[in-house]
């Protein structure tokens, strides 16, 4: 008998072995995806153009070619793509986690008629792609003149049936007890939303605000149609004016736009991130 558990012991040893093996390997292939094109995009930022297109491929660059960087920010409007692009994602991200966490707490905490409605609405837009609605979107913001303004881009983008969702799932989880204290001690919606459900939704509305903010800074498609020229138009268009159709795109001066238009959504993300942290730790609920 004693053989017997020793044999079975070694054998759960085993598995679990393996099972460790297979995670890590795993987790190193899943690594190795997101991270060797984000270091292929940093490499060839300093490759010359010869580099880029030599046969067979070459990752390291045979010196650090800094020109491209000086190409990126000289060969078009790099700082104004910029400024748009920081001033779209800010007012979009804004009125995104406003209306998202407000529509929420009215899902969650509100009684009025059609509420399921709304909601079963919000889902159906989760449901649906941006580029289905593209077409009629371009067709209103015309009609309207608000073709190449900041407003044709930043109104039909302010949806936030993903901020809804996410915050409205989350209040639900916020236990009875403290909202019904907090009605009992006189809270109307403006205290409750402000001095309770916030402050015990933190590290949720740092996620919110972290993926809108991407998300938003990372739009492409919608502000390439409706952009004409570098007076409206983010980063990520204006990246699109590097390249060259006539020829050969140098792609050391495209990648070195990239990593500098990479660089203030980085800095967000690390700040953010460090709020996230805190807001786990430290916004635990007490009975």
Known sequence: ?????RHDSAAHARRQ????????????????????????IALTSFKTRGEVYTQPVTWWPGSLYLDNYADATSLIPFWTFLRNSL???????????????????A?????????????????????????????????????LGWRNTFQGIIIPLAGVAFGTFLMRNHFLSIPAEIIEAARMDGSGHAMLLWRVILPASRPTMVAFALITLVNEWNEY???????????????????T?????EGL????????????????????????QKQMIKGLTSGAVKG
């Open 241 to 245: 004016f590097l390249q060259n159709n």
């Open 1 to 5: 008998m004693l053989a017997l558990d």
């Open 221 to 239: 498609l919608w502000p390439f149609l409706i952009a004409d020229d570098y007076r409206v138009a983010p980063i990520p268009v204006g990246l």
């Open 249 to 272: 795109t140098n792609w050391g001066p495209v990648m070195a736009g990239t990593i500098l238009a990479a660089i203030p959504i980085l800095i967000v993300f690390i700040i953010l």
């Open 107 to 143: 899902l969650v905490f509100l009684r009025f008629p059609g509420k399921t409605l709304v909601f079963v609405t919000v889902i159906a837009a989760l449901m649906v792609p941006n580029q289905i609605t593209v077409i009629s979107n371009y067709a209103l913001v015309a009609e």
């Open 87 to 105: 001033l779209i994602t800010t007012i979009l991200g804004t009125l995104k986690f406003a209306l998202g966490i407000l529509t929420a707490y």
């Open 17 to 40: 072995r393996l099972i460790r093996i297979a995670g890590y390997t795993a987790m190193l292939a899943a690594l190795a995806i997101i991270v060797l094109p984000l270091l292929w």
